[in-house]
C-alpha cells in the first residue's frame, strides 16, 4: 500500500473521530436507571418508545406541554421536570400519572438510550493559568436545564470586579472537565453561578463532594438551588439543605424587604439591618435552618411582598430565609437566592453580600483577602 495514502488516511480518520475528551462520558447518574414518572422528562422524549408510552398511557398530555418544557437540546426545562410536575403541570390527575409511570417502566433502556442520556454531561477542561500566590476562584457556569442568559453574565460579571478588586483570581468555565481532584485542589471556592439541571458525571460528583469536604468553598448563586426537581440528593439535602418549591408568578418580581437575620454572621459584615430590592423571590420547601449548622444569615419580611401560589404550592413559609451559610466537613457553603433579575448583580448590598461569602468560604488567611 503506498504509505502517503496510508498516513494521509489515518490522519483524516484522527480528524474526523471525536477525542477521548470531547466524547460523553458514560458514567452519568440515570444512565442505567428504568423509565418512569420521575425520569427527567428529556430522557423521555429522547426516546421514541418512551415517548410513544406516555403518548398511549396519557393521550394529548404532551402535546399540551409548553415548547419550555419540550426540547431535547441542552439546556432544556425537561432535564428539571419529570413527567410526574409536566403531567400535573397541564391539570392531569394522579391516575394519569401512575398509568404514565406503569407504561414507560415497561420500555426498556438501551445502549441508545445511555449515550443519549449522557451526552448532556461533558468531560472537558478549559485551558487556565494561576499565578502562585494568589487565592483563585473557579466560576461555574455550565447549565442543562434553564439558562437566563442576562443573570448569568451579570453574575458572572459580578465576581470577576469582585475579585479583580480583592486581588483573587477567576477561572470561568461552562464545561465540568475541570471539577476533578486534581484541578479542584488549585481552587478555594467554586462559585455555581445560575447552575441548572444535572451537570456532573458520578466521577465529578465523588471529586467536587470530596473537595468540599476536605476544605473546599461553594458560594452558590440564585438558580443553583431553583430547579423544580434535584437528582443528586446530597447536593440538594446535604450542602444546600433546602429544596426549591417555587416563586410567585403574578407578579413575578416583586419589592420586598430583606431583613439581616444574623449581623454577626462574616456574610453580613457591612449590610444595613435592613432593605428593599425587587427580585424573583424564592420559597423552599422546608427551611433550611432545620439542617444541623446552618447559619441563616438574611430573611424576607413576608408582610411586604405577596408569596402568593406557584408551582402548585403555597408559597408562604413564614420564617423565610434566602441566604445562609453552613460547613461541610472542613468546608464551607453559602449560598444566597437573591439574583434572578440582572440589575440586583449592581446593587451594593448584594455585591456586599457575595463578596464576604467568597471571602469566608476560601477560609483566607491575614493577608490574603485584598491587594
Known amino acids: 500500500m503506498n504509505p502517503v495514502r496510508t498516513f494521509l488516511a489515518a490522519a483524516l480518520a484522527l480528524a474526523l473521530a471525536p477525542s477521548a475528551q470531547a466524547r460523553a462520558p458514560l458514567d452519568c447518574p440515570l444512565r442505567d436507571a428504568p423509565f418512569s414518572a420521575a425520569s427527567p422528562l428529556v430522557d423521555i422524549l429522547l426516546s421514541k418508545p418512551a415517548t410513544a408510552a406516555f403518548e ?10 409548553p415548547p419550555l418544557m419540550t426540547g431535547t437540546a441542552a439546556p432544556t426545562f425537561g432535564a ?4 410526574r410536575e409536566a403531567l400535573m403541570f397541564v391539570g392531569a390527575d394522579t391516575a394519569s400519572v401512575d398509568r404514565v409511570d406503569v407504561a414507560l417502566r415497561k420500555v426498556a433502556v438501551t445502549p441508545a438510550d445511555r449515550t443519549a442520556r449522557c451526552a448532556r454531561y461533558d468531560a472537558e477542561r478549559t485551558p487556565y493559568r494561576l499565578a502562585p500566590g494568589k487565592p483563585a476562584i473557579l466560576l461555574f457556569e455550565k447549565m442543562t ?7 448569568v453574565l451579570a453574575a458572572h460579571a459580578m465576581v470577576v470586579d469582585l475579585a479583580k478588586a480583592r486581588g483573587w483570581q477567576v477561572v470561568s468555565t461552562d464545561r465540568a472537565g ?7 485542589r488549585r481552587f478555594r471556592a467554586v462559585v455555581w453561578n445560575n447552575i441548572s439541571g444535572d451537570v456532573l458525571t458520578l466521577t465529578q460528583r465523588r471529586a467536587f463532594r470530596s473537595w468540599v469536604e476536605n476544605g473546599g468553598g461553594y458560594v452558590g448563586m440564585h438558580g443553583s438551588s431553583g430547579d423544580p426537581v434535584s437528582f443528586w440528593p446530597w447536593y440538594a439535602d446535604t450542602l444546600i439543605g433546602a429544596r426549591f418549591a417555587g416563586h410567585p408568578m403574578n407578579p413575578q418580581f416583586q419589592q420586598a424587604r430583606v431583613l439581616v437575620d444574623n449581623p454577626r454572621s462574616p456574610m453580613a459584615k457591612g449590610l444595613p439591618a435592613s432593605w428593599s430590592m425587587t427580585d424573583e423571590w ?9 439542617v444541623p449548622g446552618t447559619h441563616v444569615v438574611l430573611a424576607l419580611d413576608e ?9 402548585g404550592r403555597d408559597l408562604r413559609m413564614g420564617d423565610h430565609p434566602i441566604a445562609w451559610t453552613r460547613a461541610v466537613g472542613k468546608g464551607r457553603m453559602a ?12 446593587d451594593p448590598n448584594n455585591r456586599r453580600l457575595i463578596e464576604n461569602a467568597l471571602a469566608w468560604t476560601m477560609q483566607l488567611k491575614d493577608g490574603e483577602a485584598a491587594n
Do not use: W
Not at 80 to 83: D, E, F, K, Q, R
Not at 282 to 287: E, I, M
Not at 303 to 311: E, L, R
Open 303 to 311: 408582610a411586604s411582598y405577596a408569596p402568593g401560589t406557584g408551582f
Open 178 to 184: 475541570l471539577i476533578n481532584a486534581a484541578d479542584l
Open 145 to 151: 436545564g434553564f439558562r437566563d442568559t442576562p443573570s
Open 282 to 290: 424564592y420559597s423552599f420547601v422546608a427551611s433550611p435552618r432545620a
Open 56 to 65: 398511549q398511557a396519557a393521550p394529548g398530555m404532551l402535546a399540551k406541554l
Open 80 to 83: 428539571i421536570v419529570t413527567p
Open 335 to 346: 449560598y444566597s437566592a437573591i439574583g434572578h433579575r440582572p440589575e440586583v448583580y449592581a
